[in-house]
């Protein structure tokens, strides 16, 4: 059955089952695959999108759940140039091997969008369902402290 989604600004027409993972229908039916797999079952954060700007995990929405306009890192920030966000991530060498980075990065976006001017506590709650394997919690932590900075410059 065809259904209709909105990601990245781009309205899609997808034919699939109602109950089909978001993050299958960006990955397989859309190309879209900067959103990656790591679980499963919604506890590592590797799939996290926006969903009407509130990070989700994309591996536990299923299509016909899907609510508002979606985000994934491959419409995050400008075509031309990154976001302050993703600006921070490489000035604080935020990504080792880079395979949560999307997550953490659609992740920290929606903690700034909520609260522009967290304390490590809030930076360390918002993303503890994101879970990275190399460790860079503290270059992450750092990035968003950046990025909150540059946004409240801006």
């Not at 993972?21 to 797999?37: A, C, I, M, Q, S």
């Not at 299923?62 to 993703?86: K, M, S, Y």
């Not at 999307?102 to 930076?123: F, T």
Request: aromatic share 4%; glycine share 10%; net charge negative.
């Amino acid at each position: 059955m065809a259904h209709e989604i909105e990601v990245n600004g781009t309205r899609h027409r997808v034919d699939v089952a109602e109950d089909t993972p978001l993050l299958w229908v960006l990955r397989d039916e859309l190309n879209l695959t900067g959103t990656k797999f790591g679980c499963g079952i919604s506890a590592c954060g590797a799939c996290t999108v926006l969903i009407d700007g509130e990070a989700v995990r994309a591996c536990g929405v299923a299509l016909a759940d899907v609510w508002g306009p979606v985000t994934t890192i491959e419409g995050f920030g400008g075509p031309d140039a990154l976001a302050p966000l993703q600006e921070a991530w490489v000035r604080h060498q935020a990504a080792q091997c880079g395979y949560c980075q999307p997550g953490q990065i659609l992740q920290a976006a929606a903690l700034l969008a909520e609260n522009p001017d967290p304390d490590d506590a809030a930076i360390d709650a918002a993303m503890s369902g994101n879970l990275c394997r190399c460790g860079t919690y503290p270059a992450i932590r750092a990035a968003i402290h950046d990025a909150a900075a540059s946004l409240s410059e801006a």
